[in-house]
């Protein structure tokens, strides 16, 4: 076979990512449903993202991935990296960052950012880092016990730009919404934003498809994707879901875990994670078997149908 001179053949990389924090619950289904898909005949990747090790639950990993198995997703078992193992791939980023500059320790204790009253509150509800540590440059001594925070430029920068395959344009000026974050904390550990993007670079992972309560956490990973000279992979944020009480379904709102024992109940999420998700499965797949509806879903996804919003509603009830 030949190929145009030039054109790269990509094949395309997706993951899901779960936090052993608890089980796996209807809005966890619906990120790996849609990556999943997403990524069709590609590569999908699970990920255990336990990097927050106080958060993590003993064998709740192992739980996770039994539950994904009886929902009938296929992974292959020797791509599963764990956070928790990946400390000296996050400290060789962190250390790159270190050298050009772009990131500096910082010795603030969190009282002390509590009582600095003039700082605005940014995207998360947290304020927004006030700069006392930023003076730092590369060479001066390192301080015991810092965090490491990273420099997002000025408040007159251009914003942060980038297209949501679901939720469209989207733009985050960081210094005014986010300000310096931190990447690794006074205790050792990485966070979250760096870690999430050192795996998805090292993993060669082409697409990211989750819940839309990590789109504002999104510009600051690509800052940090560029900041490692990284390919910027595509996103898609889909649809939270929430209990009737409006809130997002998690291990603090006791969301339910996602019925394993019982073919005709995982019949029944799954197919109500693809309603969710605006796939519309006829109602007869859901007096079928797993593989039908997964045989169906894979012909007929299409993530243009995907409702366009940041929540979605409150999960459908799942018949046990
Ligand atoms: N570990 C994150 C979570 O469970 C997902 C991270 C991501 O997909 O980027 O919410
Ligand atoms: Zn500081």
């Given at each position: 076979m030949k190929f145009s001179a030039g054109a790269p053949i990509t094949v395309p990389v997706g993951r899901f990512a779960p936090s052993p924090t608890g089980p796996l619950h209807f809005g966890s289904l619906l990120a790996a449903v849609a990556s999943y898909l997403e990524v069709g005949a590609g590569t999908w990747l699970v990920r255990v993202e336990d990097v927050d090790r106080p958060r993590t639950v003993a064998g709740m990993s192992a739980h996770q991935l039994e539950t994904l198995a009886a929902y009938g997703f296929k992974w292959s078992t020797s791509g599963v990296?764990?956070?928790s193992e990946r400390s000296a791939l996050y400290q060789t980023a962190l250390e790159r960052l270190i050298s050009t500059g772009l990131v500096y320790p910082c010795t603030c204790t969190r009282s002390m950012l509590a009582n600095d009253a003039d700082t605005q509150v940014g995207v998360d509800g947290a304020r927004i880092?006030?700069?006392?540590?930023?003076?730092?440059q590369p060479g001066d001594p390192v301080p015991e016990k810092a965090a490491w925070r990273f420099r997002v430029g000025g408040v007159d920068d251009p914003p942060i730009v980038f297209h949501d395959r679901i939720q469209g344009d989207q733009a985050q000026q960081l210094a005014r919404e986010v300000g310096d974050f931190v990447i690794k904390r006074a205790d050792g550990c990485f966070t979250y934003q760096l870690a999430v993007v050192v795996d998805d670079l090292a993993q060669g992972v082409t697409q990211v498809?989750?819940?839309?309560?990590?789109?504002?956490?999104t510009a600051r990973q690509i800052a940090l994707v560029e900041a490692l000279n990284g390919r910027v992979p595509t996103y898609a944020h889909i649809p939270?879901?929430?209990?009737?009480a409006g809130e997002?379904?998690?291990k603090q709102t006791r969301a339910a875990a996602l019925p394993t024992v019982g073919e005709q109940a995982r019949v029944a999420a799954l197919w109500h994670a693809l309603s969710f998700l605006g796939q519309s499965p006829p109602d007869a797949l859901m007096r079928g078997g797993v593989e039908t509806l997964w045989q169906w879903a894979a012909v007929h996804w299409?993530?243009?149908r995907v409702p366009k919003q940041r929540s979605g509603g409150a999960f459908p009830k799942i018949p046990e």
């Open positions: 990296v764990r956070q880092y006030p700069g006392h540590c930023r003076h730092w498809v989750r819940g839309a309560d990590l789109l504002d956490s939270i879901v929430t209990n009737p997002k379904l998690s299409s993530i243009e």
